[in-house]
């Protein structure tokens, strides 16, 4: 990036932060659960898609769900839970559930290009659209996250430490990527989860309606 693009990209954010400042955060919570919930719905279609012709003995070899990277990640299991968490560190939840997702998303676009699937050029189109909302949704948490003060800042990030390589033939290609997907569509449902809770907060609506 030269000085000139790289000026005009500083007045940018300097611009949407000012913006941003100016709306109340009760709407920039709204619109991030807006963003969430397109993000867990697009997972929710690629995992079905990938489910038209999945071969059976990939479900017995699926590993479990507590294999996930984000597994550790310690944090509410259902809504009220949830609503017993301070706002601040729910959001710092958040932004760790999905900041420990950026690198298994560029991963997942990879395998995409040479996935065994008769829908590949489908899913690795949605694969993309939904590294692109992952990336929206993380930027708009920044500034919510700004907003709300240091402790609603802190990431906590896990990394991905699976292989790269998702496997030669097409059984294990399959099951590694369904796998992988699988776990970004858990997740994907918590953080919409709980920006549902926190936009009802803000709002002060009450718990049962949320």
Not at 12 to 17: L, P, R
Not at 43 to 70: A, K, N, V, W, Y
Not at 97 to 107: F, G, H, I, K, Y
């Amino acid at each position: 990036m030269d000085r000139t693009k790289g000026c005009q990209f500083f007045i940018t954010v300097v611009c949407m932060v000012a913006v941003c400042g100016a709306i109340p955060i009760g709407d920039l919570l709204d619109r991030a659960s807006q963003r969430s919930d397109k993000l867990h719905s697009l997972s929710t279609l690629l995992t079905q898609e990938l489910d038209t012709h999945f071969p059976p003995i990939g479900r017995m070899m699926m590993p479990r769900p507590s294999m996930c990277h984000t597994s550790t990640l310690q944090g509410p299991t259902d809504k009220d839970q949830a609503l017993q968490v301070s706002e601040h560190n729910l959001m710092s939840l958040v932004r760790s559930l999905l900041q420990s997702w950026a690198d298994p998303l560029v991963l997942l676009s990879a395998n995409a290009n040479t996935l065994p699937h008769p829908a590949q050029s489908s899913i690795a189109s949605k694969i993309q659209e939904l590294q692109e909302n992952s990336k929206s949704l993380g930027d708009g948490l920044n500034i919510v996250s700004g907003r709300m003060g240091p402790a609603a800042q802190v990431v906590s990030v896990f990394p991905y430490q699976g292989n790269s390589d998702f496997g030669n033939d097409k059984i294990s290609k399959l099951i590694n990527f369904q796998f992988l997907l699988s776990c970004f569509r858990r997740d994907s449902h918590k953080i919409d989860s709980f920006l549902k809770v926190l936009r009802c907060r803000s709002a002060q609506i009450r718990p049962e309606m949320c």
